[in-house]
T-cell receptor, first 111, second 116 residues
Framework: RKEVEQDPGPFNVPEGATVAFNCTYSNSASQSFFWYRQDCRKEPKLLMSVYSSGNEDGRFTAQLNRASQYISLLIRDSKLSDSATYLCVVNKKGGSYIPTFGRGTSLIVHP | DTAVSQTPKYLVTQMGNDKSIKCEQNLGHDTMYWYKQDSKKFLKIMFSYNNKELIINETVPNRFSPKSPDKAHLNLHINSLELGDSAVYFC???????????????FGPGTRLTVT
């Protein structure tokens, strides 16, 4: 099993749709979790951190389920500008904290 | 006011050559990273330095050698380049000590390396 797994997609949705991505991780000792967004030929940028209690930022909601070892990202009212690849990141504890990225889920929002 | 910068942005070179990529951050962060993103877009950590000390060294061929002259700079030198080294290399930094997990990473714009 890969350390961090994501459905690569692409998810092809119309504007205004609600779309959800999941990300599973294998290391139960993982400490922290993030969603990053990467546009084509650009660097990844933080979208949001994922807290145990779940958190929301505008149209975006992130959830963590430690028992089942997955995190999710929900995007409501999709915009054309949401088209990007969404990367799940899990920090696992080694000698230091090691960030492990998922392969990313591609989202295409069409008119 | 660039936060994390990398040079060069593009690098085209022949197999067998030696090349370096430079990274600088002006954020005052303690920890810096090198990542490789291959053609399948998989972003994989290679190295991490915390205040000039190597703290993460993943399974990377020893043709790759990082060097951190000070905590604001992390360079990557690659010897005897191979076709499989073609990828985008990203530098990143984070304020956490030893990559403390609660902090986000800030990425540079990437260096697109093509080995012919």
């Amino acid at each position: 099993r890969k350390e961090v797994e994501q459905d690569p997609g692409p998810f092809n949705v119309p504007e205004g749709a609600t779309v959800a991505f999941n990300c599973t991780y294998s290391n139960s000792a993982s400490q922290s979790f993030f969603w990053y967004r990467q546009d084509c030929r650009k660097e990844p940028k933080l979208l949001m951190s994922v807290y145990s209690s779940g958190n929301e930022d505008g149209r975006f909601t992130a959830q963590l389920n430690r028992a089942s070892q997955y995190i999710s990202l929900l995007i409501r009212d999709s915009k054309l500008s949401d088209s990007a690849t969404y990367l799940c990141v899990v920090n696992k504890k080694g000698g230091s904290y090691i960030p492990t990225f998922g392969r990313g889920t591609s989202l295409i929002v069409h008119p | 006011d660039t936060a994390v910068s990398q040079t060069p942005k593009y690098l085209v070179t022949q197999m067998g050559n030696d090349k370096s990529i430079k990274c600088e951050q002006n954020l005052g962060h303690d920890t810096m990273y090198w990542y490789k993103q291959d053609s399948k877009k998989f972003l994989k950590i290679m190295f991490s330095y915390n205040n000039k000390e190597l703290i993460i060294n993943e399974t990377v061929p020893n043709r790759f050698s990082p060097k951190s002259p000070d905590k604001a700079h992390l360079n990557l030198h690659i010897n005897s380049l191979e076709l499989g080294d073609s990828a985008v290399y990203f530098c990143a930094s984070t304020p956490g000590m030893k990559g403390a997990p609660q902090y986000e990473q800030y990425f540079g714009p990437g260096t697109r390396l093509t080995v012919t």
